[in-house]
T-cell receptor, first 115, second 111 residues
């Protein structure tokens, strides 16, 4: 398997613009997680899905952030409008490997810079 | 009180020595524990999982779990410069598959 795939790998945008991050989980995994990582706050869970249904979005910082999972192989995280404080690395992870519950596998991340 | 606590480091050890990384957690009902390694500019990589009290060995890595003390550790034997990274402790405390990550310990192995 190719692992978790994320795109783009880098995104530079201006304040106020819409940003969409994409994720393809490992085939067969039924959980998908979106994280944000900064030096100051570490790794923060934003939202996670089970079988395409959002389970917990309490980590989403504000209404400017939204996430969708239209099918088992694709999810998006959207920021609209973006602000400089949204600059971070955003990771997608998936889990659900039979026999090894809770083990999460991370994608390479998207480094977002908002100027 | 943070749910998962780690010393941020850096922890510096000479090449060939044993590196000991520690993690404490607050939820006594936690059942599953993980260690991730994160190289600078890369994503976290799962290196060890442990579910039962005691030791679990995988090559140069040993995870140790003590649920009574709410303590999990990672030992790296014969440390190599390539082990230099940030090590994240993660804990699953029940319910869905959400895990809570510590802030990580930066390890530096000095040649």
């Amino acid at each position: 398997d190719a692992g978790v795939i994320q795109s783009p790998r880098h995104e530079v945008t201006e304040m106020g613009q819409e940003v969409t991050l994409r994720c393809k989980p490992i085939s067969g995994h039924d959980y998908l997680f979106w994280y944000r990582q900064t030096m100051m706050r570490g790794l923060e869970l934003l939202i996670y899905f089970n079988n395409n249904v959002p389970i917990d979005d309490s980590g989403m910082p504000e209404d400017r952030f939204s996430a969708k999972m239209p099918n088992a192989s694709f999810s998006t995280l959207k920021i609209q409008p973006s602000e400089p404080r949204d600059s971070a690395v955003y990771f997608c992870a998936s889990s659900g490997e039979p026999g090894v519950p809770y083990e999460q596998y991370f994608g390479p991340g998207t480094r977002l810079t908002v100027t | 009180q943070k749910e998962v606590e780690q010393n941020s480091g850096p922890l510096s050890v000479p090449e060939g020595a044993i590196a000991s990384l520690n993690c404490t957690y607050s939820d006594r009902g936690s059942q599953s524990f993980f260690w991730y390694r994160q190289y600078s500019g890369k994503s976290p990589e799962l290196i060890m999982s442990i579910y039962s009290n005691g030791d679990k060995e995988d090559g140069r890595f040993t995870a140790q779990l003590n649920k009574a003390s709410q303590y999990v550790s990672l030992l790296i034997r014969d440390s190599q410069p390539s082990d230099s990274a940030t090590y994240l402790c993660a804990v699953h405390s029940g319910g869905y598959q959400k895990v809570t990550f510590g802030t990580g310990t930066k390890l530096q192995v000095i040649p």
